[in-house]
């Protein structure tokens, strides 16, 4: 496979930079471990690798280097007409090169050999309460699925460290081709009657999930390859991916840490976003009677500040313009569904709520981040079962974070151990500084 290839003629050159900046610069200072770094959950603390994307104040995400709209242009596509494969985007992250299509192409052929779910996954989903959360019945699927780890299995056979990396890619692919099938039987399980859908063997791996989930519309088929496209990678530092990271740094398989990172995910203040701004734009609606104007937006936005609430979707703790993300969905949504009511009233929020946050003043950034559009393009598309949403979230990051965990191997990352102190520590450390 082109994949395994590429990665192979790669592994000394990333074990060399590696190690030359562990062995050579390793005293050297990159960041200060304040006590206000310290106390504030480490935010911002320069402290962990990510070689797969980094977040750019300015630009936004970029995906090993490159920004999103480049990356939407240089990648494979479908035609001419559709968004870029995600599986596509994923080759990049692994092997830091622009694939081919017929790259891309050969990828999914190998995922559809393994996106069949085992029986045994079926029937722990179907054993779980009928009101279990979604994201609780994703991460078991994907935690039960651990029995099939090559990784687990090449380990405790005595494979080399400096090989491991193959067995989290194999992991990996197998992983990341069930995930869609996976989320499908879940959605419709729960939500549809218990009525399910095959895969097609002639779609594409993106456009397959649209397909279980119900939808064969083309739109709809864009849509979700740009939404996994979108939300596949962000730096390391955010709970789901250094949840991966941290889990697999312990040797732990794939499917291990992608469950625990799954569980991270679930977190209100990391994958419920979306869920909360589409709730905002919904209830301003009801309370206006439609799509509301843009003086009744800003009365809207004052009341939610003056109330001592945040507007959701809107302010980032890095970027300080508009997300690339966000518009990257706005001109999906001026293309495809400008005349939706939710769509119309989303894209007049970005209008007015900028300047309301301006005139407030605590926002460092006003702009909208990713999650103040997403929720209104799946809500358009019929999919209005919110606690759902996350686990669309899930399918899309589980890809940067296994090609970060393949890195990992590759450069045979350590285990990750912080020192941890105490506040009575951190008192006679900040009294000697006095």
């Not at 402290?47 to 995400?61: A, H, N, V």
């Not at 968004?83 to 596509?88: Q, R």
């Not at 491991?164 to 879940?186: C, G, N, V």
């Not at 495809?336 to 939710?342: F, G, R």
Request: glycine share 6%.
């Amino acid at each position: 496979m082109k994949l395994k290839e590429k990665l192979a003629k790669k592994l000394e050159p990333w074990r060399e930079d590696y190690n030359n900046l562990r062995k050579n610069y390793g005293d050297v200072v990159a960041d200060e471990a304040t006590i206000g770094k310290i106390l504030g959950g480490m935010r911002g603390l320069k402290s962990l690798l990510c070689e797969t994307s980094y977040l750019d104040p300015i630009e936004g995400i970029r995906f090993r280097g490159h920004p999103i709209p480049e990356a939407r242009k240089l990648l494979p596509k479908p035609s001419e007409k559709n968004e870029p494969y995600p599986t596509g985007l994923w080759f990049l992250l692994l092997t830091g090169e622009v694939p081919t299509k017929d790259e891309v192409l050969e990828l999914e052929e190998e995922m559809k050999k393994r996106w069949d779910i085992p029986q045994y996954v079926i029937d722990i989903l179907r054993a779980a309460p009928t009101d279990t959360h979604p994201m609780t019945l994703f991460s078991m699927a994907i935690l039960a699925l651990q029995r099939e780890s090559q990784f687990f299995k090449a380990y405790h056979s005595g494979v080399a460290r400096n090989e491991l990396w193959e067995y989290a890619l194999d992991d990996s692919i197998t992983l990341i081709a069930k995930l869609p099938r996976i989320a499908a039987y879940i959605f419709r399980m729960k939500y549809r009657g218990d009525i399910h859908i095959e895969p097609d063997p002639k779609l594409d791996w993106a456009a397959n999930f649209a397909h279980m989930l119900g939808d064969d519309d083309p739109v709809f088929y864009d849509l979700i390859r740009l939404y996994l496209f979108l939300h596949i990678d962000h730096e390391s530092g955010n709970v789901s991916a250094h949840t991966g990271h941290l889990v697999h740094s312990a040797l732990s398989d794939p499917f291990y840490a992608i469950s625990a990172a799954m569980d991270g995910l679930a977190g209100p203040l990391h994958g419920l976003a979306n869920q909360e701004c589409l709730n905002w734009i919904l209830e301003m609606m009801e309370k206006y009677g439609g799509v509301p104007t843009k003086e009744q937006i800003e009365e809207y936005a004052w009341d939610t500040l003056n109330s001592g609430r945040v507007i959701p979707g809107y302010g980032h703790a890095v970027l300080r313009q508009t997300d690339p993300r966000y518009m990257a969905q706005r001109e999906f949504a001026q293309k495809y569904l400008a005349d939706d009511p939710v769509v119309k009233t989303v894209m007049t929020v970005y209008e007015v709520v900028p300047d309301v946050l301006k005139k407030h003043g605590k926002a460092k950034n006003p702009w909208p981040n990713v999650d103040a559009h997403s929720g209104s393009l799946l809500y358009h598309y019929g999919i209005r079962e919110f606690e759902f949403y996350t686990v669309f979230f899930g399918v899309s990051r589980s890809m940067g974070i296994t090609a970060e965990m393949v890195y990992d191997r590759i450069v045979n990352f350590p285990i990750e151990r912080p020192k941890s102190l105490t506040i009575a520590m951190l008192k006679e450390i900040a009294e000697g500084k006095k």
